[in-house]
């Protein structure tokens, strides 16, 4: 069973909650309310910008976590099931909070949370603006706006920015992005969000091979934060959920589990 959450401007967002070490079918899923076999600790898990929770990526990844901690994973606004229009990382920063509250609702203690390309910059705000999580694990970020230095990020910018971008978006990618167009002043980018993060741990996952935002972007955030922190640049990989394998996967849930234990419980 899913559950839909409500941000504190009104949206609202799917989400669904995996007990530890319980990977159900789709529609077997724990309904609310059901801590995560006695273990405390939770990671919220952020997708990236078009993807969803039932994307076939995103579930094996928020499945392969169940064996490290609980996990709540939802769609940001103006993405599958979930109400509104994506603001590519600035209002989901709500999305994520009313998520990791959730988590605290369900009886977790401890909480992570990990997020992947538009993701990734939603955990770094959400943790510097909001706080209230134990580590944050970063993957595929940016660590600054407008960037337009690859092929793959121009055909983003041209989805957000022109009319016939978001109606391809709406209608071939499931996601409804807002026409209202950067605000102003521009919210709290990536880097500047690591730079507060601290004392909470901070992981940052980078692949030299991104063709979204090169290792600089990875290097960038992690110079930009304070300790405790540390950097992944990892050889060979690629950008964000779509090239996360198993082994990335279980090395991310030690990092998180060891991070959160040296934790005191919020």
């Known amino acids: 069973m899913t559950t839909t959450l409500v941000t504190e401007d009104g949206v609202p967002i799917d989400a669904v909650h995996l007990p530890a070490s319980a990977v159900p079918a789709p529609e077997e899923l724990s309904p609310p309310g059901t801590p995560a076999g006695g273990r405390d600790f939770a990671i919220v898990l952020a997708h990236g910008f078009t993807l969803s ?4 990526m995103m579930w094996t990844i928020a499945q392969r976590f169940t064996r490290a901690a609980g996990v709540v994973t939802f769609d940001f606004r103006g993405h599958g099931r979930s109400g ?11 999305d994520l909070d009313v998520a990791v509250r959730y988590a605290r609702e369900l009886g977790y203690q401890r909480v992570a949370t990990i997020g992947f390309s538009m993701g990734g910059s939603v955990v770094l705000r959400q943790a510097a603006l909001r ?5 944050v694990v970063s993957v595929s970020s940016p660590g600054r706006w407008y960037y337009r230095g690859t092929e793959a990020m121009r055909r983003v910018h041209f989805a957000a920015e022109k009319r016939l971008g978001r109606a391809y978006s709406r209608h071939f990618l499931a996601t409804r992005i807002s026409p209202d167009g950067w605000p102003t002043p521009d919210p709290v980018p990536p880097a500047e969000a690591a ?3 601290s004392p909470t741990p901070l992981l940052v996952v980078h692949g030299d091979r991104d063709i979204y935002f090169p290792p600089e972007h990875g290097q960038q955030i992690y110079e ?3 300790e405790p922190k540390e950097l992944w640049l990892i050889p060979g990989f ?3 959920e779509r090239h996360t394998d198993d082994a990335l996967t279980d090395r991310i849930a030690a990092w998180a589990t060891a991070a959160v234990a ?3 419980a919020s």
């Open 262 to 264: 040296a934790q005191p």
């Open 195 to 197: 730079s507060m993060i």
């Open 224 to 226: 930009a934060a304070r």
């Open 131 to 135: 706080r209230g999580v134990d580590a």
């Open 84 to 94: 509104g229009l994506t603001t590519l990382g600035d209002k989901e920063v709500l």
């Open 53 to 56: 929770w039932q994307r076939p």
């Open 238 to 240: 690629g950008h964000a």
